[in-house]
């Protein structure tokens, strides 16, 4: 079940973001001349930046996770290690479907 959840978050959590953050970036589009966000559009835009933050404190999750996984992995050599936690590191959105596919999948499936 851990494993599950933890496959189901490697995915979901930085496409999530990458959603949450295109749709906060259109909605300059609905905004008037003075800059202020329409009323309507209020409860929507702090939504959207509540579930934002939420889905960044979720991705710093699996960043550490991951990152501990890869130190704590025997079956990678020293220089993957690094090579993962850099990749871990600086491209997290990307990566970390990645290295779950590569290395946690095979772990869930035993």
């Known amino acids: 079940m851990k494993s599950k959840l933890l496959g189901f978050g490697s995915f979901f959590f ?3 973001i990458v959603f949450i953050i295109i749709t906060v970036m ?3 589009m609905y905004v008037d001349m003075e800059g202020e966000i329409p009323v ?3 409860p929507y835009v702090v939504g959207s930046l509540i579930l934002l933050f939420l889905s960044v404190i979720g991705l710093w999750f699996f960043i550490i996770y ?3 996984h890869a130190v ?3 079956n990678l050599s020293t220089k993957t290690k690094i090579c993962w936690i850099c ?3 600086f491209l997290n959105i990307f990566v970390i479907p990645i290295y779950w596919t590569k290395h946690l999948r095979q772990v869930s499936l035993r």
């Open 26 to 28: 259109l909605m300059p």
């Open 87 to 89: 990749a871990i590191w």
């Open 14 to 16: 930085p496409a999530f």
């Open 72 to 74: 704590r992995n025997p």
């Open 40 to 42: 309507p559009l209020r």
């Open 66 to 68: 991951d990152i501990v």
